[in-house]
Antibody, heavy 117, light 106 residues
Framework: EVQLVESGGGLIQPGGSLRLSCAVSGFTVSSNYVSWVRQAPGKGLEWISVIYSGGSTDYADSVKGRFTISRDTSKNTLYLQMSSLRAEDTALYYC???????????WGRGTLVTVSS | DIQMTQSPSSVSASVGDRVTITCRASQGIGSWLAWYQQKPGKAPKLLIYGASSLQSGVPSRFSGSGSGTHFTLTISSLQPEDFATYYCQQAHSLFTFGPGTKVEIK
């Protein structure tokens, strides 16, 4: 059974840093693309970052230069290092991946990040 | 960047109704288009990929069509469990979600 479990969210002040984790079971992060997708309260879905099976990464313009996606294949875990956080980064952060044709067939339950002073 | 739009932003419908949601891409994306359903407090669920392929386990009342810049999701006979928000997503150039369409009870 595929499971993705996010952790690491919380309340952080503007300008601060936070690292999110996504523990994956049921498939290997080294053989699949995995993304972070966020959803601000009451808003729609926003894709923010992906790491492909080969290790290359991409980012949405809204987070480029501030967020870094990485993975630990020995732990089968995905990470999102977030820095220079802004109020508009407040959202539920999902990890998602392993779908046909670059879709998101499996999702975690999300971890909430609140950026506020 | 590829932008996605959806219409309508919300629709009120009754059980048994046929519902059609439209998604448009700002440039051609071939068939690199997926549809998701999201219920309150839950993660999105993949319904359709490749514009028209039904994800395993998804009821056949859901169907997708289109290519290029114009796509549709159709629910042939709306069921009580289908009241939710639906998002399209392109995967032609990175990933972009549409703004969503909320299907509400009439």
């Amino acid at each position: 059974e595929v499971q993705l479990v996010e952790s690491g969210g919380g309340l952080i002040q503007p300008g601060g840093s936070l690292r999110l984790s996504c523990a994956v079971s049921g498939f290997t992060v080294s053989s699949n693309y995995v993304s972070w997708v966020r959803q601000a309260p009451g808003k729609g879905l926003e894709w923010i970052s992906v790491i492909y099976s080969g290790g290359s990464t991409d980012y949405a313009d809204s987070v480029k230069g501030r967020f870094t996606i990485s993975r630990d294949t020995s732990k089968n875990t995905l990470y999102l290092q977030m820095s220079s956080l802004r109020a508009e980064d407040t959202a539920l952060y999902y990890c998602a991946g392993r779908g046909p044709e670059y879709t998101f067939g499996s999702w975690g339950r999300g971890t909430l990040v609140t950026v506020s002073s | 960047d590829i932008q996605m739009t959806q219409s309508p932003s919300s629709v009120s419908a009754s059980v048994g109704d046929r519902v059609t949601i439209t998604c448009r891409a700002s440039q051609g994306i071939g068939s690199w288009l997926a549809w998701y359903q999201q219920k309150p407090g839950k993660a999105p669920k993949l319904l359709i990929y490749g514009a028209s392929s039904l994800q395993s386990g998804v009821p056949s009342r859901f169907s997708g069509s289109g290519s290029g810049t114009h796509f549709t999701l159709t629910i042939s006979s709306l069921q009580p469990e289908d009241f939710a928000t639906y998002y399209c997503q392109q995967a032609h150039s990175l990933f972009t979600f549409g703004p969503g369409t909320k299907v509400e009870i009439k």
